[in-house]
């Protein structure tokens, strides 16, 4: 491609909303534009970059026996009804209406088509197991769309899912595209770690993320510093103290607390530590005001509180919803006479004696509280986060923490959505059975920007050689010298001849202008074209990767350049 008739419109400046290095980068060396929030045009670089990386999953796909179709993007609500998801959905679906008032969504992920199309298909055991994945835009209505292509409300997924007989088939499957994924994100060049994780409103039984290691990452991952063990911290689990504490229970009192609204402050104030106190949190449950008692120094994990009071969307109660409940507002709450609302308590809370907790009137606490005289629960549960250095939940190594950008998830569904839709096969005895199903998603697009998260310095983006736009980009230093521009012509085209994807900067623009382009746009390989070019048959050779360039003959550069790329 010459640069001359390129669509690449690169800025010198980062956009004033970009918010972190790779939406930056994208923006400026001109892969993609916004149009609005959360929505995206690929410029043709980005197209580019972004047609290598679903043809690396497609190579892995086949390779590991799934076929790939494509499903429409608009799915009939009744489907999604029958399995209950049109509700648990929530805001983030996009909804519509056709013009008979029917009602359809936007799909988000496809479970509810596939398994519909299969049920139709599928009738005997002889027809699996069946592996069959798309690459299609997905739409999301995410509450907080950012990061350019990292959280989109249309972005691209590879979808699949898979059908079995039973569970060993299923275990299969999840084997096979676990070592997909694996092979896939190595590809792209993506320093990526699986971990275990929870399976949010998707369902299912194991599953597994695929986090692409980054400081943006809005995932923490638990990991371990003596074995493998590795996990979003929403599903760590957190080890149970059973120490009884050698105390005689004291009597309840009712102490004025002014100005302490926080733990701290309460702790500073009465004297105690943080220990002895009690936070008590209000969530929104969908309708239902629920409590949620933590040992003061520690941290309520939602994911851990909606598994043991199951609904569709739990978020911190408004202060005003709580102070209507319980007549006092934050800051001096407590589980002590609360009425009709369901209190949930984590482990810590349980050996707790002589506690401090907030009396519901504001600025006062009760001290000398007793968990089970003054005030009773739904259970003890493991209900909050693992802290990093804790004990590692599988050897009782050191934990620590990391954060990661999740790129893909791999699910057992196991029989939830063949049930719900009764998807079934006769199998040779001529017996129904339900078919078992996994489903497995990798963020196309979330993984182009996590990949240019992870590779690139001040000058721009450090393309991984599999997935870069173009493999070399030839620079005459003077456009406008026609022997430099000779000499430039015909490394392109021998470049290209040996199947490079390549781009001459035949602009007449200043070397340090071209240089600064092919550096922010992050090509792999740049050969330049000057003077000694003419004189000497000498190029400079520069890899993106390397500090300095190297001086060589035109025909070692393209020998170099072909051996570089396709090693
Ligand atoms: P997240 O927790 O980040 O919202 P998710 O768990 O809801 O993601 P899945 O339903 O597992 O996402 O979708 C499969 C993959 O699609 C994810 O692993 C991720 O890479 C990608 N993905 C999900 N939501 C978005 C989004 N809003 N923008 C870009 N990619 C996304
Ligand atoms: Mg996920």
């Given at each position: 491609m010459r640069m001359s008739k390129a669509f690449i419109p690169t800025l010198r400046d980062n956009p004033a909303e970009a918010d972190t290095v790779s939406h930056q980068l994208l923006v400026r060396a001109g892969f993609i534009r916004k149009s609005a929030a959360g929505l995206y045009h690929y410029l043709p670089l980005g197209m580019r970059v972004l047609s290598k990386i679903e043809n690396i999953v497609r190579e892995e796909m086949d390779a590991a026996d799934c076929q790939e179709l494509l499903m429409p993007i608009v799915q009939p609500a009744e489907l999604w009804m029958e399995t209950g998801r049109w509700h648990v959905y929530g805001d983030e679906m996009?909804?519509?209406?056709?013009?008979?008032?029917?009602?359809?969504?936007?799909?988000?992920?496809?479970?509810e088509m596939i398994t519909d199309l299969v049920r139709n298909e599928v009738t005997s055991y002889r027809q699996l197991p069946l592996r069959l994945y798309q690459i299609q835009n997905k739409y999301r209505d995410e509450r907080r769309p950012r990061f350019g292509?990292?959280?989109?409300?249309?972005?691209?997924?590879?979808?699949?899912?898979s059908f079995d007989r039973d569970p060993a088939g299923l275990d299969e499957s999840y084997q096979a595209m676990y070592q997909a994924y694996t092979n896939v994100f190595r590809r792209c060049g993506l320093n990526c770690r699986p971990v275990e994780a929870?399976?949010?409103?998707?369902?299912?039984?194991?599953?597994?993320?695929?986090?692409?290691?980054?400081?943006?990452?809005?995932?923490?991952?638990?990991?371990?510093?003596?074995?493998?063990?590795?996990?979003?911290?929403?599903?760590?689990?957190?080890?149970?103290?059973?120490?009884?504490?050698?105390?005689?229970?004291?009597?309840?009192?009712?102490?004025?607390?002014?100005?302490?609204?926080?733990?701290?402050?309460?702790a500073a104030f009465l004297k105690v530590d943080a220990k002895q106190c009690i936070?008590?949190?209000?969530?929104?449950?969908?309708?239902?005001?629920?409590?949620?008692?933590?040992?003061?120094?520690?941290?309520?994990?939602?994911?851990?509180?909606?598994?043991?009071?199951?609904?569709?969307?739990?978020?911190?109660?408004?202060?005003?919803?709580?102070?209507?409940?319980?007549?006092?507002?934050?800051?001096?709450?407590?589980?002590?006479?609360l009425k009709d609302i369901k209190i949930y308590a984590d482990y810590s809370v349980e050996n707790m004696v002589n506690l401090v907790c907030g009396a519901n009137e504001e600025a006062y606490h009760f001290i000398n509280v007793?968990?089970?005289?003054?005030?009773?629960?739904?259970?003890?549960?493991?209900?909050?986060?693992?802290?990093?250095?804790?004990?590692?939940?599988?050897?009782?190594?050191?934990?620590?923490?990391?954060?990661?950008i999740e790129v893909g998830q791999v699910f057992k569904l196991g029989t939830k959505y063949s049930e719900a839709l009764n998807a079934s096969y006769l199998d040779e005895n001529g017996k129904s059975n339900i078919i078992h199903m996994g489903c497995y998603g990798i963020g196309v697009s979330r993984t182009l920007a996590a990949t240019v998260e992870q590779n690139n310095d001040e000058n721009g983006i450090i393309w991984p050689k599999n997935i870069a736009p173009y493999h070399v980009v030839v620079v005459p230093i003077s456009a406008k010298d026609e022997e430099q521009m000779a000499i430039a012509e015909n490394i392109y085209k021998q470049l290209q001849a040996q199947?490079?994807?390549?781009?001459?900067?035949?602009?007449?623009?200043?070397?340090?202008?071209?240089?600064?382009?092919?550096?922010?746009?992050?090509?792999?390989?740049?050969?330049?074209?000057?003077?000694?070019?003419?004189?000497?048959?000498?190029?400079?050779?520069?890899?993106?990767?390397?500090?300095e360039n190297e001086e060589l003959t035109v025909e070692e550069t393209i020998t170099r350049a072909v051996a570089y790329i396709k090693e």
């Open positions: 996009f909804r519509i209406q056709d013009r008979h008032d029917r009602s359809f969504c936007l799909g988000p992920t496809h479970e292509l990292i959280r989109g409300r249309e972005f691209v997924m590879k979808d699949m899912y929870d399976g949010g409103a998707i369902g299912g039984s194991a599953t597994h993320e695929f986090m692409a290691l980054a400081d943006i990452g809005e995932a923490t991952i638990v990991y371990c510093d003596s074995c493998d063990y590795a996990a979003n911290v929403e599903i760590a689990p957190c080890p149970k103290d059973d120490t009884k504490i050698d105390a005689a229970p004291l009597a309840m009192e009712k102490v004025s607390t002014p100005n302490s609204k926080t733990i701290e402050d309460v936070k008590t949190l209000f969530f929104q449950a969908d309708e239902e005001l629920i409590c949620v008692l933590m040992r003061g120094d520690y941290e309520v994990n939602d994911v851990k509180v909606q598994k043991v009071h199951p609904c569709y969307t739990l978020e911190m109660a408004e202060e005003e919803a709580v102070a209507k409940a319980v007549g006092c507002s934050f800051g001096s709450l407590g589980p002590v006479g007793n968990p089970g005289r003054d005030f009773q629960v739904e259970g003890y549960y493991d209900l909050r986060t693992l802290n990093e250095g804790e004990p590692c939940p599988k050897c009782g190594g050191v934990t620590k923490y990391a954060r990661g199947g490079l994807e390549v781009v001459l900067d035949d602009r007449n623009e200043r070397p340090g202008v071209k240089f600064k382009d092919a550096d922010l746009i992050g090509y792999p390989v740049r050969i330049t074209v000057g003077k000694k070019a003419v004189s000497d048959n000498i190029v400079e050779y520069k890899l993106r990767t390397a500090q």
